[in-house]
Nanobody, 126 residues
């Protein structure tokens, strides 16, 4: 059974950095498009960043230039490096993966992602 699990969340001050990690079991990372999503209180869950099977990346406009998504297929781990954090980045962050060898439509289309983690909380204080 495929499982993905996030880690690395925490509480930081504005301007600081965090790196989120997502590990997977029973999932071929090199054949899977993956993404990070987030949900803050009172808001819908939104796409943050995604990486496809070829390593191409996509970002929502509010994090471009500050966040970097990457994955290490040898470690079955997905990362989200978050720099220059802002209070509005505070949210529950979720890792998600598409079933191997399938491609999502637009990268932010949540129904296209088959596997989801439980989330890791990021809090940014001003």
């Amino acid at each position: 059974q495929v499982q993905v699990e996030e880690s690395g969340g925490g509480s930081v001050q504005a301007g600081e950095s965090l790196r989120l990690s997502c590990t997977g079991s029973a999932l071929a990372f090199d054949d899977s498009a993956m993404g990070w999503f987030r949900q803050s209180a009172g808001k819908l869950r939104e796409g943050v960043a995604a990486i496809d099977m070829d390593g191409n990346t996509s970002y929502t406009s509010s994090v471009k230039g500050r966040f970097t998504i990457s994955k290490d297929n040898t470690k079955n781990t997905l990362y989200l490096q978050m720099n220059s954090l802002k209070p509005e980045d505070g949210a529950m962050y979720y890792c998600a993966a598409v079933a191997p060898c399938l491609a999502p439509g637009p990268w932010y289309e949540q129904p296209d992602y088959n596997y989801w983690g439980q989330g890791t909380q990021v809090t940014v204080s001003s």
